[in-house]
């Protein structure tokens, strides 16, 4: 089994408790795992690499956007009309072009929910990327047919039917691909399941010791509508039903009693914290559209896992960081409240955390030898003091130069290897193209995309 050392001038090394940065380190990898970290090589190696110098679909439109009815949430009119026009062949092409940008990102490990779940399966093991997927099932949705109010449609059938499909999937695919695939349990929202499908789905992560995932307190509307049917906020009712617990990742939960956007008695923070849950926490998806937690410093401090997701474009963790920090200061109106370590914490421990895994997200001998290597000249890196506040404040995309997942390079001098960039834009514009002129046929009022969503400037045609 070959050993790669790998010589960098700055490494945020995980020492048992926490990240440390340890200056001009080596790493070495032996097959999957990285077996050492310190100042000098131990043993002999086979290669040393010099280090020291070195949702797609959504994009233009649900910017800028928003039905004041609902509060501006996206959920209600946006995207249903975008998944109803899209069709599966697009479906694909995003699913490419996200792994692709999450890669390029410095992402190594991803929990996905949706419908394609085989097909992101087998590509995850084309790409390298190491993915939970759940195979998403609920036994209602949400629509509106005026404009004004959300309706709730129930098929519990259809509910019972998604999860054995999910338990099928998860019966083939966990621990596919020499463990780089691996399943959780990914009810849709808490407002479209009905308790015993929550209840059912909750005992399958406990038996398999596998994650479940739900959207919870994601809108206002959401929010009100479980008051009004249970008497207790979104969070209090999955207490109440047994399901919340270590295993938990709660996305979003961000419209929760004690904001100011429901001006309802707080509760909810303290009732995830003492649960042990871990918040999913996308920063981008609510701060667009003029909302932000109030705050991640304290849900931090009520003993809540905080990790990082997108769940809408750009799927950059580097971005998630910066907002997640920035969004929390403004809250607190106070710079100390989240830090850069915060952030970076989050995007690697708190993500690891809350899959159960602490093989992941730390640069300490056992763990899994998924490594990023950032450049060290560049626009977004130069000048170099703290590697950490650069990541957090300063870099993008443009500044990884080299991801390992697993021991294996899938990015090499910023290029995803395994991908197809003509192949990949070819498609999701095309996808695109296809997909714009159909929603005028899924809108309750017969909207053209350009009505949902004007060009940011009118047309100009110059004589």
């Not at 030898?369 to 060290?376: E, H, P, Q, R, S």
């Not at 046929?441 to 100009?460: H, N």
């Amino acid at each position: 089994m070959s050993r790669v050392a790998i010589a960098a001038g700055l490494i945020i090394a995980f020492d048992g408790r926490s990240h440390r940065l340890l200056r001009d380190g080596v790493i070495v990898l032996e097959g999957d795992r990285i077996v050492h970290v310190g100042k000098r090589v131990d043993g002999a190696v086979d290669e040393t690499i010099d280090a020291r110098g070195g949702s797609p679909l959504d994009r233009s439109f649900l910017e800028d956007r928003g039905n004041r009815q609902f509060w501006f949430s996206g959920l209600f009119e946006m995207l249903p009309v975008r998944g109803e026009a899209q069709d599966d062949e697009a479906s694909r092409a995003c699913i490419d072009f996200s792994m692709g940008e999450l890669l390029r990102g410095g992402v190594t490990t991803v929990l996905e929910i949706g419908g394609h779940a085989e097909y992101v399966a087998e590509r995850a093991a084309h790409y390298g990327l190491r993915v939970y997927m759940g195979l998403a099932f609920r036994s209602g949705r949400w629509l509106t047919r005026d404009g004004r109010r959300v309706q709730w449609e129930w098929d519990e059938t259809a509910g019972d039917a998604g999860l054995k499909r999910a338990v099928t999937f998860f019966q083939k695919y966990d621990g596919a691909h020499g463990d780089l695939v691996r399943g959780c349990w990914s009810p849709a929202q808490v407002d479209t399941c009905t308790p015993e499908l929550l209840r059912a789905a909750k005992r399958w992560a406990d038996e398999t010791k596998r994650p479940f995932t739900l959207h919870t307190s994601q809108s206002v509307v959401e929010f009100n509508e479980m008051l009004a049917r249970h008497g207790k906020t979104p969070v209090a009712w999955l207490s109440e039903l047994g399901v919340l617990g270590p295993n938990v990742v709660l996305g979003h939960a961000i419209i929760a009693g004690g904001s100011s956007w429901t001006n309802y008695p707080a509760g909810d923070v303290a009732i995830m914290g003492d649960a042990g849950c871990s918040v999913a926490h996308a920063v981008w998806v609510f701060a667009r559209r003029g909302v932000i937690m109030e705050s991640f410093a304290r849900y931090k401090q009520a003993g809540i896992n905080m990790s990082l997701g997108t769940d809408t474009n750009p799927q950059s963790v580097i971005d998630a960081m910066r907002w997640a920090a920035v969004c929390s200061k403004i809250a607190e109106r106070d710079t100390e409240a989240t830090t850069a370590a915060d952030a970076f914490d989050a995007a690697t421990l708190g993500g690891a955390r809350a899959l159960g895994r602490e093989d992941l997200g730390r640069i300490a001998p056992g763990a899994r030898a998924d490594l990023v290597l950032w450049k060290t000249r560049s626009w977004g890196m130069t000048p170099l003091r703290d590697p950490v506040k650069n990541i957090v404040y300063n870099a993008t995309a443009e500044d990884v130069d080299r991801v390992y997942v697993n021991g294996r390079l899938v990015v090499d001098q910023g290029t995803v290897l395994a991908a197809d960039e003509d192949r990949i834009f070819t498609g999701l514009q095309a996808g695109g193209d296809r997909m714009w002129p159909r929603m005028a046929k899924s809108d309750w009022a017969g909207r053209t995309a350009d009505q949902l969503s004007p060009q940011t400037y009118p047309e100009w045609t110059p004589e």
